[in-house]
T-cell receptor, first 116, second 113 residues
Framework: AQKVTQAQTEISVVEKEDVTLDCVYE???????LFWYKQPPSGELVFLIR??????QNEISGRYSWNFQKSTSSFNFTITASQVVDSAVYFC?????????????FGAGTRLFVKA | SQTIHQWPATLVQPVGSPLSLECTVE??????LYWYRQAAGRGLQLLFY??????ISSEVPQNLSASRPQDRQFILSSKKLLLSDSGFYLC????????????FGDGTRLSIL
């Protein structure tokens, strides 16, 4: 079965703290794609990053970094020196080839509160 | 650049009334289109997706239907709304069915009374 688990329902940190959002996925496919999206209070989802299953290289973009480990089926997201504007719900998603084409499965999301 | 428009932003409807939510995409051709529902404080549930005009795939049995009358137009409908249809509805598009990221509209908050 295919599944995306974001075990942390809510996280609360103080500004400037580092925070890691966990994402664990399940799939038997060898080819798949992983995504992270941010949903600020305004509601629209914003794409952050995509990784394919053959690229385990970690990525850093400003204060954001992603750690992809196939051995543990994890794709964790770290925000360094968090800011109040980082407060949002963050979704991890898995896209895999199924009957009829690729299907995307979203995790339940992690709500991040960053306090000033 | 590509843009996605979704309306209305907020809608309050009585139980048993019909529904029509519209989504249009600009700046791209033959996009893959999606409708999601997000219950309060919950994750995203894929309702429908479309890879082309008139091609609709339904992910879950429900009270809703979708149509794609034009390449860049995706409509979510219901003949008779239920209380359980309340939620936040999001339209999205992608250039590739699953390999490319999805780009979301601003959403419609639907309340059923």
């Amino acid at each position: 079965a295919q599944k995306v688990t974001q075990a942390q329902t809510e996280i609360s940190v103080v500004e400037k703290e580092d925070v890691t959002l966990d994402c664990v996925y399940e799939t038997r496919d060898t080819t798949y794609y992983l995504f992270w999206y941010k949903q600020p209070p305004s509601g629209e989802l914003v794409f952050l990053i995509r990784r394919n299953s053959f690229d385990e290289q970690n990525e850093i973009s400003g204060r954001y970094s992603w750690n992809f480990q196939k051995s543990t089926s994890s794709f964790n997201f770290t925000i360094t020196a968090s800011q109040v504007v980082d407060s949002a719900v963050y979704f991890c998603a898995l896209s895999r080839l199924a009957t009829g084409g690729f299907k995307t499965i979203f995790g339940a999301g992690t709500r991040l509160f960053v306090k000033a | 650049s590509q843009t996605i428009h979704q309306w209305p932003a907020t809608l309050v409807q009585p139980v048993g009334s019909p529904l029509s939510l519209e989504c249009t995409v600009e700046g791209t051709s033959n996009p893959n289109l999606y409708w999601y529902r997000q219950a309060a404080g919950r994750g995203l549930q894929l309702l429908f997706y479309s890879v082309g005009i008139g091609q609709i795939s339904s992910e879950v049995p429900q009270n809703l239907s979708a149509s794609r009358p034009q390449d860049r137009q995706f409509i979510l409908s219901s003949k008779k709304l239920l209380l359980s249809d309340s939620g936040f509805y999001l339209c999205a598009w992608s250039a590739g069915q699953g390999t490319q990221p999805q780009h979301f509209g601003d959403g419609t908050r639907l309340s059923i009374l």
